[in-house]
C-alpha cells in the first residue's frame, strides 16, 4: 500500500512559477517511480512527467518540456514538480501517482494505466 498527498497548488499570475509536493507514506519510497498528471476542465489526463524510484532518470511530457522539473528526495519521501513559466494552459488538477514496476522508464509511463496509486490532487489556477 501507498498513500500519497499532494500539496503546493493555489492561484499564481501568468509567468510566475510554483513547487508542488508529493508525499508518500506506506511502502518503501525508493521502491518505486513517481509520476505527475495533470487534468485540466473538460480535458483528458495528462502526463506532465516521471522520476524514476532512484532519481536518476526522469522524463516529461511535450507541453512541459523545458519549463517542468521534477524531482525527489527519497530521505524525506517526498517527490516534486517545480513548475516555471506557468501560462493559464498550465490551469488544472495536479496528481502525483506511484508504479510499483522497477522496468526502467519508459514511454509507457506516460500512461496512468502504469500507476497502481494515487493523490487527491491539488490545484493550480493560473490567471493571465
Known amino acids: 500500500q501507498v498513500q500519497l498527498v499532494e500539496s503546493g497548488g493555489g492561484s499564481i499570475e501568468a509567468g510566475g512559477s510554483v513547487r508542488l509536493s508529493c508525499v508518500a507514506s506506506?511502502?518503501?519510497?525508493?521502491?518505486?517511480?513517481i509520476g505527475w498528471f495533470r487534468r485540466a476542465p473538460g480535458a483528458e489526463r495528462e502526463f506532465v512527467g516521471v522520476v524514476s524510484y532512484s532519481g536518476a532518470t526522469t522524463t516529461y511530457g511535450d507541453s512541459v518540456k523545458g519549463r517542468f522539473t521534477i524531482s525527489r528526495d527519497n530521505a524525506k519521501n517526498t517527490a516534486y514538480l517545480q513548475m516555471y513559466s506557468l501560462t493559464p494552459e498550465d490551469t488544472a488538477v495536479y496528481y502525483c501517482?506511484?508504479?510499483?514496476?522497477?522496468?526502467?522508464?519508459?514511454?509507457?509511463?506516460?500512461?496512468?494505466?502504469?500507476?497502481?496509486?494515487w493523490g487527491q490532487g491539488t490545484q493550480v489556477s493560473v490567471s493571465s
Open positions: 501517482a506511484a508504479a510499483l514496476s522497477f522496468s526502467p522508464i519508459s514511454r509507457k509511463h506516460s500512461y496512468p494505466r502504469e500507476y497502481d496509486y
Open positions: 506506506g511502502r518503501a519510497f525508493n521502491t518505486y517511480h
